[in-house]
């Protein structure tokens, strides 16, 4: 499997294409497909670690998908570096121009360049396609621009599968990015309540720059680490209303007709539908009846998958 890397270690020359690549969905995989193509250099993708508008704007980006989630499907599209470029508040001052002859042209050695249509970079973010067209017009640097892709909905981006994810539409996601959406997680002791209901749960810890779907009760395939078997699991996401409005909100997997002890395994799991929105029930009776009709709705949606 390919590794991160550090533009210090890059293989040279490349063909390349630079961008946050979050989600690798079908325009992102358009772009790869012409980095690859350039096959007498090494195909290579770089993005910036972390996200510039973290830097510059303190914002919080939520990832489709984290640095080392990409590296196995960037593997399959043909890609064989993924370079990460620490983005600071010196780097974010260089010219589009200047970032062009030092970091692509001189650092990373490009002889292939693929961007998208709209791609804006440097300063300000004052660079375009233009830009760089300008500044190879001299070198025997090929240039790629490719155009942006869409479907009946308008562009497909980053942005809209999030906001699907946080809609909870798991089927139309799965479109835009062309596979199953899933996060990962390390199992962590939890206060053994549903055990004692007669659900016991592993409880995730989960990177906080993950992005999760919507609030409520899954429907999801559960893979255990170092293991191929996908199992039949109900999840809960979010906050616990009956036992304690309170506690933050938590990721807690149940395996169907399943008894294994997880504490301090890594766990990937992928929703598949969602069930239910969260709700509070009187006791917790109520609430065992009730995750246990989750179950068999969750057994019912995994039946009609496999047909």
């Given at each position: ?206 990177d906080g720059r993950k992005l999760l779907p919507g609030e409520g009760v899954y429907a999801a395939w559960t893979t255990i680490e170092n293991s191929n078997q996908k199992i039949e699991s109900v999840m809960n996401l979010g906050s616990q209303p ?59 949606i995994f039946k009609n998958k496999k047909k």
């Open positions: 499997m390919i590794s991160l890397i550090s533009p210090s270690e890059v293989k040279n020359p490349t063909s390349i294409a630079i961008g946050s690549f979050d989600g690798l969905h079908a325009g992102h995989r358009k772009l790869i497909k012409s980095v690859v193509e350039e096959n007498q250099y090494t195909p290579t993708i770089a993005s910036f670690w972390p996200h510039p508008r973290e830097v510059l704007y303190r914002e919080t980006r939520l990832r489709l998908d984290l640095p080392n989630e990409k590296l196995p499907i960037l593997e399959d599209l043909g890609i064989e570096q993924l370079v990460l470029i620490p983005f600071d508040e010196e780097l974010s001052k260089l010219s589009a121009e200047i970032f062009i002859r030092d970091i692509l042209i001189n650092q990373l050695q490009a002889k292939n360049i693929s961007v998208g249509s709209n791609f804006k970079f440097g300063f300000k973010r004052s660079g375009d396609v233009n830009t760089i067209k300008n500044t190879l017009k001299d070198t025997d640097i090929k240039l790629k621009i490719i155009p942006i892709l869409e479907d009946n909905e308008g562009r497909i981006s980053s942005s809209r599968i999030r906001d699907l994810l946080e809609k909870s539409d798991l089927e139309n996601a799965f479109k835009m990015l062309n596979r199953p959406y899933s996060f990962n997680g390390k199992v962590v002791k939890g206060k053994g309540i549903g055990k004692s209901i007669g659900w016991p749960t592993a409880n995730l810890e989960i009956t036992i304690n409005p309170l506690l933050p909100s938590a990721v807690e997997v149940h395996l169907i007709n399943k008894d294994i002890d997880l504490y301090g395994l890594h766990l990937s799991i992928e929703p598949v539908e969602k069930l239910r929105s969260q709700i509070k029930f009187k006791n917790m009776y109520q609430l065992s009846n009730q995750i246990k009709k989750d179950k068999n709705n969750a057994l019912t």
